[in-house]
């Protein structure tokens, strides 16, 4: 593919980080490219086996009994996950069907995972090495070949997804922006706990314990105090989900779509203007 050539007296790092490198046109193709990946495999068919199946089992039964508390499937307790996954699945399927089938309706939940994962590992790339790897970063994801047989299925998994990215970008923010950036830590580890179980908040927390101690970014006030409110945030979203598990179905597709997860990505060309506001409310 030709690439335009370093203006005078422009060095080849330099041409590197141009904003000229991805263009107006270049910008949207890649856009497009990731819409269509996001968008394959999500509607036009019934569940697949194993993990989509038992998804949307779950998600339906929720839909019948107008209830997201204490999952179920075939009418017995289902208790192998946390119930988010199902929760998101539910809601979509109640606020999207019709005009989709139950099961198109209820893998759009998968879409917006998806859709949210590579806005959050872009504003990652962006706040630690500029906007020059934010392309980068999306495309090594969505080529990763693990996801080309899972990316398309509701799963726990999906959403655990979701929740590390959230935390991850979290750990970045958190140099420049210590508040926002332990929030977004502890809604990620809140969100990974009703994703996974204990298993995801694991993880988020042996990252925070090995960053300080792998690069000298993170050995600051700034990262202690984001990750003192991270472990509040992350009480506070967890309870918050708990508390909500016993709100109708029905409440959750009228008001989670519109209100309770609201997301704003702005990725300009320099870190330090990077803003990323995200309120998650997961009610069902």
């Known amino acids: 593919m030709a690439t335009l050539p370093p203006a005078d007296g422009e060095s080849d790092d330099e041409a590197f980080d141009s ?7 270049k910008q949207f193709g890649l856009t497009f490219l990731c819409a269509v990946w996001v968008i394959l495999g999500v509607i036009g068919h019934d569940p697949w086996k194993t993990q989509d199946a038992l998804s949307f089992g779950v998600a339906l039964d929720m839909i019948e009994r107008d209830s997201g508390l204490a999952p179920r499937l075939a009418d017995e307790p289902y208790l192998d996950n946390p119930p988010l996954a199902y929760w998101l699945a539910a809601g979509t399927a109640v606020a ?3 005009p989709l089938s139950l099961p198109d309706a209820a893998r759009v939940a998968a879409a917006l995972v998806l859709a949210l994962s590579m806005l959050l590992l872009a504003a990652t790339a962006t706040e630690l090495e500029g906007a020059k790897y934010r392309w980068t970063t999306v495309l090594l994801f969505v080529g990763s070949v693990g996801l080309w047989e899972r990316a398309h299925q509701m799963s726990p998994e999906l959403v655990l997804m979701l929740a590390v990215a959230t935390a991850q970008y979290g750990f970045a923010l958190a140099l420049r922006r210590p508040i926002a950036g332990g929030a977004l830590v502890g809604i990620g580890c809140g969100a990974s706990f009703l994703a996974v179980g204990l298993n995801g908040p694991a993880w988020i927390a042996l990252a925070a314990i090995v960053l300080p101690l792998a690069s000298t970014r993170w050995r ?7 990750s003192a409110l991270a472990l509040q945030s992350g009480t506070l979203s967890l309870n918050g989900g708990t508390v909500a598990a016993g709100t109708p179905v029905q409440s959750f597709a009228s008001t989670a779509l519109s209100v309770g997860l609201s997301t704003s990505v702005s990725l300009p060309r320099t870190p330090a203007a990077v803003t990323v506001s995200t309120t998650s409310s997961f009610t069902l």
């Open 19 to 25: 904003p000229r490198r991805f263009g107006p046109w």
């Open 96 to 98: 999207l069907s019709p």
């Open 220 to 226: 600051s006030r700034r990262y202690a105090a984001a």
